[in-house]
């Protein structure tokens, strides 16, 4: 039997979750289709979503189509949520984006469709509502090719479009083999020369292309009446690729999902690439290859999830015991590094406790959501008591507070959001403090240079100095501390695109007296190591000095014309910069960079200057230097380095000099 481990992506409200409950009706699985309308769907479980009627945690669920199980996974729409669609991208074999017949391809699934693209993973496009008025079938196929890619090829026709009757007319267009000619020399030839293709020549290229993710069928139906659902499900069977991988080889496997349990126990979602993982087995995983032990396995299959003795390659489970396990973890033998798909947040908010609520249960209750979102990245401000999360958009922020509430009784409000910037150095920077001299407390010797390296280069740690000059844990003492320290910079805000040479080192070594052992007051620690480096490290800092950059945001506007008056002066007002113009009929397109903390003010004014015929997209692209007003500062959640006496006060209970 084949695996396939599918994803559905969609814009929100194209009606992907309406299709995941048709596909489940479809191959038997539920009896009735669920409706996001009444909050009965087998894939929105929590009460949230379906308050809402938005899907915010991608879910699994198991059907068979002959001999092929499929994982189905759905996944959010909103752009809000895009963190937990990039967890999703990784561990599928094919995808089936769904567009709206009526409002055709809108911002988030063009932003989605490149994704696919560029990881090359294999597509199907459904065009949904169909039955709906308003409904289009040759303008939707000409977004399609304009917007989302020239490869698609029509699978059929659509007959009583914008009805109740509407129904999908199977039959490769015209137009496939002019598509498929492109990537293939034999029917570039046939087609030149003006040769017959059989249906099966030009079905089988079809299926190859498609598997390789060259072109991308196009099919139409309706998730509501059902209409064309039948030929989606021949089309997910037939088109896309099964899931690889040897379940003879090593055990390798990637965790994207973590929730807890009924009793509060972690439980991992995880797809395996290759061998066989069972209970009992003691596994590695994360970077630092922990080990734990497998306790309790489940699988997914027709419409559930049921316990299993073993998880193959190819196939997702859940699997019980593995306590620090989080999101991203490899499993087994290390695939490749887990990679994020779409930028980072770039928004933050301080989470504000309401009258009479624990601050401790609230720590625990955000550190659990952190479990199941590492994006959220908590920062704990000890001296104000204050705790901030990472966002990506105002209805994230909705859904945390939603979720504190209802799961764990806790009411909680934020401050006002604020955008979460970077520093880089403005040049080089070096600064050393010896052992044993003033005004050095730490029996070590740091010596650090910083300098400045291309744009998203990041951080890298070098030695200028023999590995061999001092133990090994020490100098990975200095390299952990310092990538420690530079989460708070100059301004408090995380330094990177840098390189940071070590360029002194010593230490005293292990002193003892006679009879009583080993003397830590004379010998070095490695507490010795990671007290200095700070102070040391921010020194070259301020020698080097460094710059606030904030996030841009690309964004593309499409307007009526006739409102580009209005939306010019309100553009330059938040910063926008739009750098192409263009026509598509009668709207005019704009294109340009704004700052990502102006994003949601422009979306909130949007409606109202362009008659709600405005459409924007817009995603993360570039940190660009603040060159207006103040500086923004980031409150400090360390033992502030940058204030000697402060931080030796906090560190060791002493002040030198």
């Known amino acids: 039997m084949h695996l396939l481990n599918l994803g559905i992506l969609a814009h929100v409200d194209a009606g992907k979750t309406s299709l995941t409950e048709r ?17 009965n769907t087998r894939t929105d479980t929590l009460a949230l979503e379906r308050q809402r009627g938005i899907t915010i945690k991608s879910a699994v669920v198991s059907f068979a189509i002959d001999d092929v199980t499929v994982n189905l996974i759905d996944t959010p729409g909103h752009p809000d949520f895009i963190a937990e669609v990039e967890r999703v991208l990784g561990v599928l074999d094919g995808a089936v984006l769904v567009v709206s017949a009526v409002e055709g391809v809108q911002a988030q699934t063009r932003v989605l469709m490149r994704t696919l693209q560029r990881l ?55 137009t496939a083999l002019d598509v498929l000619a492109d990537h293939d020399d034999e029917l570039l030839t046939a087609y030149v020369e003006g040769s017959d293709m059989s249906h099966a020549t030009l079905r089988a290229a079809l299926t190859a292309q498609t598997r390789e993710a060259l072109v991308h069928p196009v099919l139409f139906g309706s998730a509501i009446t059902g209409a064309g659902v039948s030929e989606l499900v021949a089309g997910i069977k037939d088109l896309l690729p099964p899931a690889d991988g040897n379940p003879e080889g090593p055990v390798c496997g990637t965790v994207f999902k973590v929730e807890r349990g ?100 609230l720590h625990l209750a955000l550190t659990r959501l952190a479990e199941q979102d590492p994006l959220i990245d908590l920062r704990h401000d000890q001296v104000r008591q204050e705790t901030s999360v990472s966002l990506y958009g105002e209805v994230q922020k909705e859904v945390v507070q939603a979720t504190l509430a209802e799961e764990f009784g ?13 520093e880089r150095p403005c040049g080089r920077g070096a600064a050393v403090e010896f052992n044993k001299k003033d005004p050095n407390p730490f029996l070590a ?67 003892s007296h006679a009879h009583q052992g080993f003397d830590k007051s004379m010998s070095s620690t490695g507490h010795d190591f990671r007290g200095l480096t700070p102070l040391v490290l921010i020194e070259a800092l301020r020698r080097a000095g460094t710059r606030v950059y904030e ?40 294109e340009g960079a704004i700052p990502a903390g102006r994003v949601h003010e422009l979306e909130q004014r ?52």
């Not at 010596?447 to 030695?463: E, I, K, M, N, Q």
């Open 551 to 590: 996030p841009m945001h690309r964004f593309r506007l499409e307007a009526p014309a006739d409102t580009l008056g209005a939306l010019l002066p309100v553009l330059a007002a938040l910063r926008a910069v739009p750098q192409t113009t263009g026509t598509r009929g009668a709207a005019c397109v704009l």
């Open 606 to 657: 949007l409606p109202g200057l362009t008659r709600g015929e405005g459409e924007w997209e817009s995603s993360f692209d570039h940190y660009a230097p603040i060159t207006y007003g103040t500086v923004p500062k980031r409150p400090r959640t360390d033992h502030n380095p940058l204030n000697r006496r402060e931080y030796l006060l906090n560190v060791t209970r002493r002040v030198a000099g």
């Open 445 to 511: 010797t740091v010596g650090l240079r910083v300098d400045p390296a291309p744009a998203g280069s990041g951080v890298r740690f070098r030695l200028e100095v023999e590995l061999g000059a001092m133990p090994y844990a020490f100098f990975k003492a200095v390299e952990d501390t310092v990538r420690e320290t530079l989460g708070q910079g100059l301004y408090g805000w995380q330094v990177t695109d840098c390189t940071v040479t070590m360029t002194h080192s010593g230490y005293s070594p292990r002193q």
């Open 262 to 361: 009924p009793a509060g126990e972690k439980v991992a979602y995880a797809r395996m690439f290759s061998g066989t993982l069972r209970t009992r087995d003691r596994i590695p995983f994360g970077e630092a290859r922990t080990e734990g032990r497998v306790t309790a396995i489940s699988v997914f299959d027709h419409g559930t999830d049921v316990r299993a003795d073993a998880v193959p390659a190819g196939r997702i489970a859940r699997l019980w015991g593995l306590t620090d396990i989080r999101i991203g973890d490899a499993l087994g033998e290390p695939r490749k590094a887990y990679e994020h798909h779409f930028a980072p947040p770039t928004l933050e908010t301080v989470v504000v406790p309401g009258p009479g609520v624990d601050t401790r249960k």
């Open 120 to 174: 090359r993973i294999p597509t199907l496009l459904f065009v949904n509502k169909i039955d709906r008025r308003g409904a289009r079938y040759e303008g939707v196929l000409r977004e399609i090719c304009e917007r989302l890619t020239p490869a698609a090829v029509p699978m059929g026709a659509v007959g009583e479009l914008g009805t109740r009757d509407a129904r999908f007319v199977p039959g490769l267009a015209a």
């Open 410 to 422: 806790l009411d909680v409000t934020f401050r006002e959001t604020t955008v979460i910037c970077i």
């Open 23 to 39: 596909l489940l009706h479809s191959v038997g699985v539920i009896d009735q289709p669920g409706r996001v309308d009444d909050g």
